[in-house]
């Protein structure tokens, strides 16, 4: 139990353009999933908590406007990086909270060209 | 912030010998939770094991086994007889569990392990 799925697992996009990622629950609901980013050989750092029905919570550097979460429904959460750059190309994990703890999605990986 | 140290950046050993990751982390949070998770090269995150601060018991899991002390705020991991499909990075990571912290994950910069045949 408590899977959580991402889509798509990898997205090339050209630069300027917007990329939707999806983190979906799929056994259980989740009221409340964060967003993390990996760059190349770095940490995972969050980004933002995500909670059904309400705005997210972005973490102190995170812009907001570029990084845009909707969490419509019980068991799912999109990120939306908008007007992407090169530099937005990463590894984005969503993760989801289940009870007292959380379960990690499989990760999108973005490069932005 | 509260840190998560992984002084260990790279290591390399030779298969069969034993390893350990340190970590030592930073907590304002009464209660918290501590993990282990372990990064193939694929990227997705393999949950090893999640400790909670009021209980300091080791624990051992086939190869795996890890070291809680809390009066030196260290979670030490440690792999005996490494084989080479362990070679991975290995992310610890501390989560507050009282008021606003909410299950967030704070991750150390993680540990490249490399096991040689």
């Known amino acids: 139990g408590a899977v959580v799925s991402q889509h798509p697992s990898r997205v090339i996009c050209k630069s300027g353009t917007s990329v939707k990622i999806e983190c979906r629950s799929l056994?259980?609901?989740?009221?409340?999933m964060f967003w993390y980013r990996q760059f190349p050989k770095q940490s995972l750092m969050l980004m933002a908590t995500?909670?059904?029905?309400?705005?997210?919570?972005?973490e102190q550097g995170v812009e907001k406007d570029k990084f845009l979460i909707n969490h419509a429904s019980l068991t799912l959460s999109t990120l939306t990086v908008t007007s992407a750059h090169p530099e937005d190309s990463s590894f984005y994990i969503c993760?989801?909270?289940?009870?007292?703890?959380?379960?990690f999605g499989p990760g999108t990986r973005l490069t932005v060209t | 912030a509260q840190k998560v140290t992984q002084a260990q950046t790279e290591i390399s050993v030779v298969e069969k010998e034993d390893v350990t990751l340190d970590c030592v982390y930073e907590?304002?949070?009464?209660?918290?939770?501590l993990f282990w998770y372990k990064q193939p090269p694929s990227g997705e995150l393999v949950f090893l094991i999640r400790?909670?601060?009021?209980?300091?018991q080791n624990e051992i899991s086939g190869r795996y086994s890890w070291n809680f002390q809390k009066s030196t705020s260290s979670f030490n991991f440690t792999i005996t007889a490494s084989q080479v499909v362990d070679s991975a990075v290995y992310f610890c990571?501390?989560?507050?569990?009282?008021?606003?912290?909410?299950?967030?994950?704070?991750f150390g910069k993680g540990t490249l392990l490399t096991v040689n045949p």
């Open positions: 993760s989801a909270r289940v009870k007292d703890y959380s379960t």
């Open positions: 056994d259980f609901q989740a009221t409340t």
């Open positions: 995500s909670n059904e029905g309400s705005k997210a919570t972005y």
């Open positions: 907590t304002r949070d009464t209660t918290y939770y």
């Open positions: 400790r909670n601060s009021f209980d300091e």
């Open positions: 990571a501390r989560a507050g569990i009282s008021g606003g912290s909410n299950y967030k994950l704070t």
